[in-house]
């Protein structure tokens, strides 16, 4: 009688062990986690080390915070947010300024208005919204620099758009943003990927200086923020599902003033005369552009090349390739840029920021932050520095979504994330624990038929 419980356990395991479901080697991963991208622009590097920043650091104990990235030259808005978007360097995607103008009819309209010209924005490169809509996923943006345009007739799928005279800098505006976004749009209508842009703390630091005791209150409204997004992430109960990546598009350097140094005036320098140009771009802080007129290329370069100490002149095509800023028909023939602290007057000083952005992407004063957190990354690193351009492939593998081409290298930033098991790995640890499982329940059964068939034997013994 033993026997035969014994041979019918033993059939019971192995068809346990048999049923174990076996994982799809070739088939889909698991259910991809959602993306939300945060900038808050202009927000240096090293703006929280002179400053309390609690939320910003729990969120770097809680996930993974890099010593600063590099973003691409030229260090402004929206070129360096595209780069974001699309994973190219300024060259390649062609958003190559704040403002989209005409040399022919010397129009130029200024940042609000650029955002609704289509043609300066669908350039040939798609932004991260309308390649994940492609690929099924659900896409929304609030603000974020490019969300106005429509891209090979698409448009982001759920938008908006801040209005013509916006105060970048209301807290109360935050928290509706962060509410529509976090309870509206990841919540109910369960989008895979949102890019939020907030303008802070940009115009504060060009308003009063990065070194302002207003620029260091801004900082704090902006932990406070960070403090809030994460509590309605727990609210609504994504915190488990929902990776946050905070950056910025540039930092922001002092711009010496008050006759304590040489300006730079282009009217001013011999030989220099705008009557040689026939279309600039100056006037906008640190860099600039200029188209001369038929035939008087060289003599304007020749007047501007070493005429103030503080000042970098180069035909387009002469230069660094380290910046990627040459190899595009929009770039005009010759680009200016200048040293931190100065900027570039056109006919007289016009401008009279504190603060000011623009400068090479590799002065220190112009490097964002960067902080990361969520299910697919790890805890409590501290990351090396590395290039804005590799956030897309980036943001493209967490999303499970193919990229478009791109200048960037998943290669750079995947230490940062939570190590995969491997489908093999998976697959042996769940016949492992099926296979223990029906081992210790065919154990727990032998043990109470073998009693139970002892304590039967010891009745008949005890009634005879």
């Known amino acids: 009688m033993l026997l035969h419980y014994i041979a019918v356990l033993c059939l019971i395991g192995n068809f346990l062990c048999g049923a174990a479901p076996q994982r799809d080697n070739t088939g889909p991963g698991p259910t991809r986690n959602k993306l939300l991208l945060i900038s808050f622009d202009g927000f240096r590097w090293d703006y929280d080390q002179d400053v309390d920043t609690p939320n910003l650091d729990k969120m770097a104990r809680d996930g993974v915070k890099a010593e600063y990235v590099t973003p691409p030259f030229l260090t402004i808005t929206s070129p360096a947010h595209f780069t974001l978007l699309s994973g190219r360097y300024i060259e390649n995607h062609g958003v190559i300024h704040n403002m989209w103008f005409n040399t022919t009819t010397q129009e130029k309209k200024q940042y609000y208005m650029t955002q609704f010209v289509d043609s300066y924005w669908d350039n040939g490169s798609l932004p991260i919204w309308i390649t994940a809509q492609r690929q099924g996923l659900k896409a929304g943006s609030l603000h974020f620099p490019g969300t106005a345009a429509t891209y090979k007739g698409e448009t982001v799928g759920v938008r908006q758009v801040e209005p013509r005279f916006y105060d970048y800098s209301n807290e109360t505006d935050w928290k509706l943003n962060i509410n529509k976004v976090i309870g509206e749009w ?33 900082v704090q409204q902006v932990d406070r923020t960070v403090g809030y997004i994460r509590d309605k992430i727990q609210d609504y109960g994504l915190t488990d599902k929902l990776n946050i990546i905070i950056t910025a598009d540039h930092g922001m350097s002092t711009v010496l003033q008050d006759g304590l140094v040489e300006e730079i005036i282009l009217s001013k320098i011999p030989g220099f005369s705008f009557k040689d140009i026939k279309f600039h771009l100056v006037d906008y802080g640190p860099a600039g552009m200029l188209l001369p007129k038929e035939g008087m290329l060289e003599k ?65 004063d112009m490097k964002p932050f960067f902080r990361v957190v969520g299910p697919d990354f790890q805890k409590n690193l501290v990351f090396r520095s590395f290039e804005t351009v590799h956030v897309y492939p980036l943001m493209c593998h967490l999303l499970g979504i193919n990229p478009e081409i791109n200048d960037g290298h998943l290669d750079n930033t995947k230490d940062m994330l939570v190590p995969k098991k491997n489908n093999n790995e998976i697959n042996a640890q769940l016949q492992a624990i099926v296979g223990l499982s029906a081992v210790t329940g065919f154990l727990v059964l032998v043990f109470i038929v073998t009693t139970s068939y002892v304590w039967c034997k010891r009745s008949r013994a005890e009634r005879r």
Do not use: C
């Open 186 to 218: 990841f919540h109910q209508q369960d989008l895979d990927f949102v890019s939020l842009y907030f303008g802070e703390p940009d115009l504060t630091g060009h308003k009063y200086g990065p070194d302002s005791p207003e620029r260091r209150k801004m």
């Open 300 to 364: 304007v370069y020749k007047a501007l090349k070493g005429s103030h100490p503080h000042l970098h002149v180069y035909k387009k095509e002469e230069m660094p390739a380290r910046l990627h800023y040459s190899n595009h028909p929009r770039l005009l023939p010759i680009i200016l840029f200048a040293d931190p602290g100065y900027v570039i007057n056109g006919f007289f000083p016009v401008q009279f920021h504190k603060g000011e952005h623009g400068f090479d992407n590799q002065v220190m």
